[in-house]
C-alpha cells in the first residue's frame, strides 16, 4: 500500500516536472519571438537619431533584453514627434516608442524644470514590453 502512494506520488510529481518544462519552453519560445520583432525595430531608431548606448539579454524562463537608447532633445520638438508619428503610423513598436516619448516631455512641461540632457530611452523586451523615457541621467536606476 506504502509502495503504491509512494509511486502516486512520484509520478504526479513527473507529470508536474513535465508540464513546468513545457510551460517554460513555450515561456521562452514566446520572449524570442517577440524579441525577434523588436530587434526589427531598432535600426529605425537609429535612422530617426536615437542612438544606442547599451544592449543586453538576460536568459531565464523568460529571456528579455534591454536596450538604452539617447538623443538630444532638439532632435524632438513637437512638431517632429507628430510628424514622426504619422510616419510610424503601422509599426506598433515605433509608434510605442514615439507616442511615449512625446507624453513624457508633454508632462515634464507641466513641470515647469529645465530639460536636462540627454533623453534616454531604454526599453525592456519580454512577453510585455515596457517602454521607459528619462530627461536626463537617472541617479538610480
Given at each position: 500500500?506504502?509502495?503504491?502512494?509512494?509511486?502516486?506520488?512520484?509520478?504526479?510529481?513527473?507529470?508536474?516536472?513535465?508540464?513546468?518544462?513545457?510551460?517554460?519552453?513555450?515561456?521562452?519560445?514566446?520572449?524570442?519571438?517577440?524579441?525577434?520583432?523588436?530587434?526589427?525595430?531598432?535600426?529605425?531608431?537609429?535612422?530617426?537619431?536615437?542612438?544606442?548606448?547599451?544592449?543586453?539579454?538576460?536568459?531565464?524562463?523568460?529571456?528579455?533584453?534591454?536596450?538604452?537608447?539617447?538623443?538630444?532633445?532638439?532632435?524632438?520638438?513637437?512638431?517632429?514627434?507628430?510628424?514622426?508619428?504619422?510616419?510610424?503610423?503601422?509599426?506598433?513598436?515605433l509608434t510605442s516608442v514615439f507616442s511615449t516619448i512625446k507624453?513624457?516631455?508633454?508632462?515634464?512641461?507641466?513641470?515647469?524644470?529645465?530639460?536636462?540632457?540627454?533623453?534616454?530611452?531604454?526599453?525592456?523586451?519580454?512577453?510585455?514590453?515596457?517602454i521607459k523615457v528619462y530627461i536626463g541621467e537617472p541617479i538610480?536606476?
Amino acid at each position: 500500500m506504502i509502495d503504491r502512494f509512494k509511486k502516486a506520488i512520484q509520478d504526479a510529481s513527473d507529470l508536474l516536472r513535465e508540464q513546468a518544462s513545457q510551460i517554460g519552453d513555450s515561456a521562452r519560445k514566446g520572449s524570442y519571438k517577440v524579441i525577434e520583432d523588436w530587434l526589427k525595430i531598432f535600426p529605425a531608431l537609429e535612422l530617426y537619431g536615437l542612438e544606442i548606448t547599451s544592449f543586453a539579454l538576460s536568459v531565464a524562463i523568460n529571456p528579455a533584453l534591454e536596450v538604452e537608447l539617447k538623443a538630444d532633445h532638439d532632435q524632438f520638438p513637437t512638431e517632429r514627434l507628430n510628424e514622426i508619428l504619422a510616419e510610424v503610423k503601422g509599426s506598433t513598436g515605433l509608434t510605442s516608442v514615439f507616442s511615449t516619448i512625446k507624453t513624457t516631455y508633454g508632462l515634464h512641461r507641466q513641470t515647469a524644470a529645465s530639460l536636462r540632457d540627454p533623453l534616454i530611452v531604454k526599453i525592456h523586451i519580454r512577453l510585455s514590453p515596457e517602454i521607459k523615457v528619462y530627461i536626463g541621467e537617472p541617479i538610480i536606476d
